[in-house]
DNA sequence: AATTGGTTCTGAACCGTTACGGTCCTTTCA
DNA sequence: TGAAAGGACCGTAACGGTTCAGAACCAATT
């Protein structure tokens, strides 16, 4: 049987008896041919199944993809099981909408060091959401000649970045856990690195952390508990591989098993949070009354929580890195956007019990 | 200032004095040319700024674009907003993710009939979810020369199909509050066809419903109904373009408005049953006591509600609609899976209030 | 009659890469 | 020592388009 080659632009030009610049045409600008002959190129296309110009032999002309790739450092589905990240695709998914582009996720293994998804992905421009700082996937979207936006990560001065003041947000919270009369803390944390620790992290890890936003939140504590007259090198910060609720769980655990005196755990997001508080209640804690339980990120499951927490806007960050990576004309690249959090005081939060601080501040 | 365009394969093989080929091989085949040698071409390469093949052009000559489409007649971001989506996206992610490929969402505004995003995906074939059947894009899809996996759509006999038995599903669930005894109820349904129309349907509008899951859902009601005795034609159906909870809830109301005597709202989404349920609690209506709500999915939220509704298996779904595209084997093509879904009873149903024939003497 | 302007179509030059089928030279082995 | 094997590298031909500067033609204007 013959197999027949799948028809070209060219080889429906021939057959046409026009050229291939005319058949471009009657796809592209249909005001640079008469209507007829349009009429006749489109109908041969249909009779020898000529699908339409080729979407990559066109890319490659003309130097547009139509898409943007987006790089997080978590298996591909990571992006539909974290809520975090589903509002920030969401987001970004609002953008490319607007433009009319295209979202490709590029599967990045955190496990392999194999780059060549990267080097594969016909995009446009990529945006990196969330990766450690010494990633290679980072290092090759960054060595690709096309516009880049980092979100949560520290500012490249090369490239547009898009995050919170992470620092500055823990630090606030801190200081309201501070007020509290909270002295004798536990933190649980996610990842810090790209190697697994789940256990308890020095200080010097903490401070090499190549997540930027985990380094941030931590030194934000750090800062203020220091100020407060805390020993943090004494705090016991547990971190976690997986960001899920039974790492809060695990993780709060094993702070607690260190310190059971302690009156406030504090979780670096909503997700640990409400883990650790199923491990406050399977220990018959009582939260906030026997203990403080505080998250960060703002997430729908940890309103409904009443956690207190950060809330940052998920959704505005993902839309706001679509935006500039698809905003072409703005020429004052690269620009750096911090948007704003807010502080929840939900009804996790409370004086500690009996704490001697309480009669400091006096009710 | 002089404008350096950028390095490629051949003005890199120019300067090292070899051939365009021995620079591929250096990227691609490191075993056709000897370690000293590569090396020389690599740090030429970084010397010169050239980022490695262009991915586009790569995939013009290897005909391989190394990601999958993936076709849903919403915008972008309806992707992370629906539930089932989202379970359904992170399967076909898991998929794409053993196999080292990309997912790229192609934008489909469903108000436009602009297919050009269609046309211009550089994928090496399509998942179409949940789409009316009459939907340009879909169509743009079947003309590509790419394989094609439909999902939640009909066999169309040329591609291949994942879904489930809605029909089947749904006449069980019937069957299930016929079995309580109620014989005067309610619908709430998703969109049945691109226009918009937020109210009562038609039998006929029901009949020729571009979106076979819910065509087939409400076939599976009105058959089951029919059997025992109640005139589906006088059942009330309420539509609603917007798949969200406030849609769940207006539309419940619409039903209620409609005929207040109803002892069951049935929903063709646990989304849009949880919005009538607060409809339901609105109006001092209590679930069950008062009326049956019912859903459709299986999805978290719903299961915490206690929501009587079926289980279908959203992630699998994904999953398998990625295998079969990813699945190089096409002997077999064109294959259909049907997934198994599972009748889940809560807490949502129960026997109408004082028996059904008690109804017809009104309260 | 020459000029102008507009429409419609063409030819040739790219876009940057990889597949294919060699060649050439060095080893290896009987 | 001659033949076969294998490693290293190369030349050519696509891959399927888009783009731009004209050419050819025709009608309207000067």
Redesign the pocket.
Same mark, same amino acid.
């Given at each position: 049987m013959h197999v027949r !080659?799948?028809a070209? =632009?060219?080889s =429906?030009?021939a057959e046409l008896?026009? @050229?291939?610049?005319?058949? @471009?045409?009657a796809?592209? !600008?249909p %005001?640079? =041919? @008469? $209507?007829?002959?349009?009429r006749r190129v489109l109908d041969t296309a249909r009779r020898l199944g000529? $699908?339409?110009? %080729?979407p990559?032999? !066109?890319s =490659?002309?003309? !130097?547009k993809a139509g898409a943007v790739g987006l790089l997080l450092t978590e298996n591909l589905s990571y992006a539909f099981r974290d809520p975090a990240a589903i509002g920030f695709l969401e987001g970004l998914a609002l953008a490319c909408e607007d433009a009319g582009t295209g979202l490709l996720l590029v599967p990045a293994n955190p496990e392999r060091e194999d780059v060549a998804s990267v080097h594969r992905a016909g995009v446009d421009g990529f945006v990196v959401y969330s990766v450690p700082d010494d990633d290679p996937h980072l290092a090759a979207v960054l060595e690709r000649p096309v516009p880049t936006v980092v979100c949560d990560q520290p500012d490249l001065g090369t490239v547009d970045r898009v995050g919170i003041d992470d620092r500055g947000a823990m630090y606030e919270l801190a200081k309201h856990l501070i007020g509290l009369g909270h002295r004798r803390i536990g933190v649980v944390c996610m990842r810090l690195a790209r190697d697994r620790n789940d256990g308890f992290v020095t200080p010097d890890r903490q401070h090499a952390a190549h997540f930027h936003v985990q380094r941030n939140r931590l030194s934000g504590l750090a800062e203020a508990f220091s100020e407060a007259g805390v020993d943090w090198s004494q705090v016991p910060v547990a971190e976690r591989f997986d960001h899920n609720m039974v790492s809060g769980a695990s993780g709060a655990a094993q702070v607690l098993d260190r310190d059971p005196q302690i009156t406030a755990l504090i979780c670096t997001s909503d997700v640990l949070a409400l883990g650790a508080m199923t491990e406050a209640a399977r220990r018959g804690l009582r939260v906030p009354h026997d203990i403080t339980v505080t998250g960060f990120d703002g997430i729908r499951a940890g309103e409904e929580a009443g956690l207190t927490t950060v809330r940052q806007p998920v959704l505005e960050k993902g839309r706001a890195a679509g935006k500039l990576l698809l905003d072409t004309n703005e020429r004052t690249r690269p620009r750096s956007v911090n948007l704003a959090t807010e502080l929840i005081i939900g009804n996790t939060s409370a004086a500690p019990r009996g704490g001697a601080d309480e009669r400091w501040f006096g009710p």
């Open positions: !080659r799948p070209t =632009l060219a =429906l030009a008896g026009v @050229s291939r610049t005319t058949v @471009s045409n796809y592209n !600008r %005001d640079q =041919l @008469s $209507p007829e002959l349009r000529y $699908p339409g110009p %080729d990559v032999a !066109r =490659l002309r003309t !130097r």
